[in-house]
């Protein structure tokens, strides 16, 4: 098992820059990538972006390229979502994900056993 805990999200401004934080705990030995979702009301949730653990290899969505970024330090066993120039289509709950898996498709949240709590992202125009 693999515990996941976000932190960071509160309500910020359109153009300002949020730094998420997700920790993990656990069996964290047999992560093989870690990727962040997003879910605003109403919608699907969606993939953001993620890490090859391992690698430290990243993908993202087109939605976010040049924006936001990933990263991961393994030794403290965290993933960070570094997100500039937000804007209020960004607000929504953002998911720490976790997969031990090989070989399948990173942007689907299908691919993902270990999820966190979430975190709330607003931003306000």
């Known amino acids: 098992q693999v515990q996941l805990v976000e932190s960071g999200g509160r309500l910020v401004q359109a153009g300002d820059s949020l730094r998420l934080a997700c920790a993990a705990s656990?069996?964290?030995?047999?992560?093989?990538?870690m990727a962040w979702f997003r879910q605003a009301p109403g919608k699907e949730r969606e993939i953001v972006g993620g890490?090859?653990?391992?690698?430290?290899?990243?993908f993202s969505a087109d939605s976010v390229k040049g924006r936001f970024t990933i990263s991961r330090d393994k030794a403290q066993n965290t993933v960070y979502l570094q997100m500039n120039s937000l804007k209020p289509e960004d607000t929504a709950i953002y998911y720490c994900?976790?997969?031990?898996?090989?070989?399948?498709?990173?942007?689907?949240?299908?691919?993902?056993?270990?999820w966190g709590q979430g975190t709330q992202v607003t931003v306000s125009s």
């Open positions: 890490i090859m653990w391992n690698t430290g290899g990243t």
């Open positions: 994900a976790a997969t031990g898996r090989f070989g399948i498709p990173l942007m689907s949240k299908g691919s993902y056993n270990y």
């Open positions: 656990g069996r964290t030995f047999s992560t093989y990538a």
